[in-house]
């Protein structure tokens, strides 16, 4: 009876670090997700384009990955030194693989470049019907790097295969 009761109990509560750092998982998870699913469906039918709104709704799906992205960050840190050690571990570990290495190669091309264009604005934003620029390939550089580093686990994987298959269907 003892080891019933023993085994019914409770786990311990979270302190609310602990719960920051895996509802900020969540977010980001539940961004790249949203990212596979909602970007290839979206369409608005008053839009001047379709490469325009999807690359919008991209581009924004990518600033709240990296906001969650780095809060969570923040919260395993437990300082600003602890902080930035732990960005460039992370860092250092995804370009040990040989297409993050390529990845990282054609960003410093793509930033050198965009640096160098006669109109950095255009070759940053993109033109105004497509809006395909650096800063949409940045965008799904984080995309990859998120998914890189935070996909762990086979259910994961099986997730994002779902989400493909619904999103495919529709």
């Known amino acids: 009876l003892k080891l019933l009761k023993s085994s019914l109990r409770s786990p311990p509560p979270m302190n609310a670090i602990s719960r ?7 977010v980001v ?3 790249w997700l949203a990212a596979l699913v909602c970007t290839p469906l979206f369409f608005n039918i008053r839009g001047e384009s379709v490469e325009a709104d999807k690359n919008f709704l991209l581009r924004s799906l990518g600033t709240v990955l990296l906001a969650a992205w780095a809060a969570k960050a923040v919260f395993l840190a ?3 030194s602890a902080w930035r050690q732990s960005i460039s571990n992370s860092f250092r570990s995804l370009l040990k693989t ?5 990845a990282a190669l054609l960003s410093l091309i793509l930033l ?4 160098l264009s006669l109109s950095p604005g255009v070759s940053f934003w ?8 650096s800063s949409t390939y940045f965008c799904c550089l984080l995309f990859f790097a998120a998914l890189a580093t935070t996909l762990r686990s086979e ?3 099986h997730r994002i295969h779902r ?8």
Request: aromatic share 4%.
């Open 20 to 26: 920051s750092i895996r509802y900020c998982g969540g």
């Open 29 to 31: 998870e539940a961004v």
């Open 78 to 80: 437990e300082g600003f």
């Open 98 to 102: 040989p297409l993050a290495m390529a």
């Open 112 to 115: 050198i470049s965009t640096l």
């Open 126 to 133: 993109g033109v105004t019907a497509r809006r395909l620029g």
């Open 155 to 157: 259910q994961q994987v």
């Open 163 to 170: 989400h493909l298959h619904v999103g495919g269907v529709l």
